[in-house]
Structures are given as structure tokens and as C-alpha cells.
């Protein structure tokens, strides 16, 4: 078969779609970018993080219905394992975010099913470790899941509890990529942080596994970015000291409603500590504008805070009403306009944001 993959969304989704292009070449198929000129089968791999995701996830799935007509539909990922696709035809195959392979063998016999997604107790590791097409560096998922429940978020319902790879499996991983000519290594994950044993230790491991190539982290949030870290990874030399932080808001009574387990003090000392501990260091940042009973003065305590603590970029995300959270039942809703007007704010306040 000739297949096109489309991605929306994070990291780990890339890796993702990396490992079933991976799985798919193995068995003999051929794996396309996107709009080439004809294919058999076409793969969305959906996200689900925000509202705006949802819909480009569905517009997606409508864009490659009319660029390929002719071709087998499937879809998966966070999307479909949180609410039906109803609205959307077209549709030939659908799956969640686990039983990859059994999505992938459905998809080669073209059969048109809906695979009910059964979340595993453990990490699940069907999917062979490669890196995105036409890409250098090589994306490995360590842990999948999230145990935070934040109020605003649908991705423990989407990737279901928090599971953690075996190091011996990452790391055998990381030496193939290594060996595969990987430029950089990104250990990747829903949640990283709380990779048990330890992140920390588990870096370390990674860098003198890579070593020379370099290695960094995804996404992490703010508690886990203190001295265990710094402590493993400090004298490791290809440790890549960039950092992006899971932020969402720097006001406490913020953070309290969004269920975050830190507080405006605790950001602060991360990034001091951070910048302390390697010079150099890069510190971006996802924060959330709008959130349910976010005032002005609630607002304006985030941007205060930012502007003294300087990220060098940020991405923004104006708060998306999920149905389903508890966030979608909070008082103090906020219109489109002010979420808007906010983040425009700022996006104003520093030049180098990802909007």
C-alpha cells in the first residue's frame, strides 16, 4: 500500500506516527508525505489538548477525505478516544491512542471498524522507535498517560493514567537512534515528569547512552525542574539545557482553579534555578490566557511575573471550554473577545512568541 500520514499536535504524537510509518515500512508498504498525488490509505493522527485542536483535527480529517477520495480513511489518536467523530463522513477506520498494531493490521486488510480502545496498565510499546520523515532528530517516548487531572484537560481521558517505559527498553532505543545517525535526542512522553523510577536518573542514563549526541527533554513542569534534575544531568556534557516549562498561568488563584500542583514561587525558583545551574540556558513556557475567573488583576499578575522572569518564548493558548472538565462548569466564563484581547497582550509583551 502507499500510505499517507498526516500529525496534529505534540511530540509525542510525532513519535507516534514516526513508529507506525516505522511499522508500516517493515511490512512492505510505502509511507508518503502529505499531498502526494495519489495514495491507498491515509492516516490522521488527532489531538485533542484544546478546542482549536479538536477542530483542526477535524478539518484535517475533512481536508484529506476530499484530497483523497478514492483512498481508505483512517484515523486515530486523542480525538476519537474522547468523543465520536460524528459530523465527519467518510470515515473507513477509526482507533484511540493504544492497540496500535491491531490499528495498523486493520487498516492493511482495509477494513472498516470501529476499534474501541482499551487503555493498558502498562506502557505499550507496539510501535518501533523512528524518526518523523524528513527529520534528523529522533523522538523517544518514555512514558505515556497523566495521573494530574487538571481541571481544564481532557488528556487523562484521551492517554489514561500515568505508565512508565522500562529504562532497558529506552535506552536500547536510544543506542539503535544513535546508531541510525540521529543528530538529537528528545525524550518525549504525555507527562514526563513523572516517569518512575526517575526522569532524572533515567537522563543521565540516556546521555552517556547518546553520548556524543545530544539529548533534551520535552515538555515539564515546573516541580519537576529542581535540584534532582540539576543533580543528574549538571556534569553530563551533552545535556541540552533547553526547557520548556508547563506553566498555564503564574497567579496562585489561578493555578489553584486549574487543579496545578505548584504555585507562582515555585515557578520562580525553577527558573532561577535553572539559569544558576547551566549558563546559557533556554526557558520557554505554555501558559493559558482567559481561564475561567481570571480578572484583570489575575491576568496582569501573570504578565507581571513573566516580564521578570524573562522566558525566552512562550506558546499561548486562550483557555478552550472542554466539554466534560470541571473547568466547563466554573462561574466568571469569559468571552471569546477578552480571552483574545489577552493574549495579543502578551504576545505584545515578547517578541519571540509562539502564538
Wanted: overall charge positive; some cysteine; glycine content about 8%.
Amino acid at each position: 500500500m502507499r500510505i499517507v500520514i498526516t500529525t496534529m499536535g505534540c511530540r509525542s504524537n510525532q513519535a507516534e506516527s514516526a513508529g507506525m510509518a516505522e511499522f508500516l515500512r517493515r511490512r512492505g508498504h510505502t509511507v508518503l508525505t502529505a499531498d502526494e498525488a495519489d495514495c491507498d490509505a491515509v492516516v490522521v493522527n488527532t489531538c485533542t489538548v484544546t478546542g482549536t485542536a479538536d477542530k483542526k483535527s477535524r478539518n484535517a480529517i475533512r481536508r484529506m477525505r476530499k484530497r483523497y477520495p478514492d483512498a481508505l480513511l483512517a484515523v486515530c489518536g486523542c480525538l476519537p478516544q474522547t468523543e465520536e467523530l460524528t459530523g465527519i463522513n467518510g470515515i473507513d477506520l477509526v482507533g484511540g491512542t493504544s492497540n496500535r498494531a491491531a490499528f495498523l493490521a486493520a487498516l492493511e486488510e482495509h477494513v472498516s471498524a470501529n476499534l474501541t480502545a482499551t487503555l493498558p496498565e502498562d506502557f505499550e510499546d507496539t510501535l518501533p522507535d523512528a524518526r518523523p520523515l524528513g527529520r534528523s532528530r529522533a523522538y523517544i517516548r518514555i512514558q505515556e498517560g497523566c495521573d494530574n487531572r487538571c481541571t481544564y484537560c481532557k488528556v487523562p481521558a484521551a492517554r489514561g493514567r500515568a505508565r512508565s517505559r522500562p529504562s532497558k527498553s529506552v535506552l536500547d532505543a536510544v543506542r539503535r537512534a544513535v546508531e541510525d545517525g540521529a543528530v538529537e535526542i528528545i525524550l518525549t512522553g504525555t507527562e514526563i515528569g513523572s516517569y518512575r523510577p526517575s526522569l532524572p536518573i533515567l537522563t543521565q542514563a540516556v546521555c552517556r547512552a547518546a553520548a556524543p549526541v545530544p539529548v533534551r527533554l520535552s515538555s515539564i513542569d515546573p516541580r519537576h525542574a529542581g535540584g534532582e534534575l540539576v543533580g543528574a544531568l549538571k556534569g553530563e556534557p551533552n545535556f541540552r539545557p533547553a526547557f520548556h516549562l508547563s506553566l498555564q498561568s503564574c497567579c496562585d488563584k489561578t493555578l489553584a482553579a486549574m487543579g496545578r500542583r505548584y504555585t507562582a514561587a515555585d515557578i520562580a525558583s525553577a527558573f532561577a534555578l535553572l539559569r544558576e545551574s547551566w549558563n546559557g540556558a533556554v526557558i520557554t513556557a505554555d501558559i493559558i490566557v482567559g481561564f475561567p475567573g481570571e480578572t484583570d488583576d489575575d491576568f496582569h499578575e501573570t504578565l507581571g511575573t513573566l516580564k521578570e522572569l524573562r522566558p525566552e518564548g512562550l506558546h499561548i493558548f486562550p483557555y478552550s471550554r472542554r466539554a466534560g472538565t470541571p473547568a466547563a462548569e466554573l462561574p466568571g466564563q469569559l468571552t471569546r473577545a477578552v480571552k483574545e484581547a489577552r493574549a495579543k497582550a502578551l504576545s505584545a509583551a515578547f517578541p519571540k512568541v509562539s502564538p
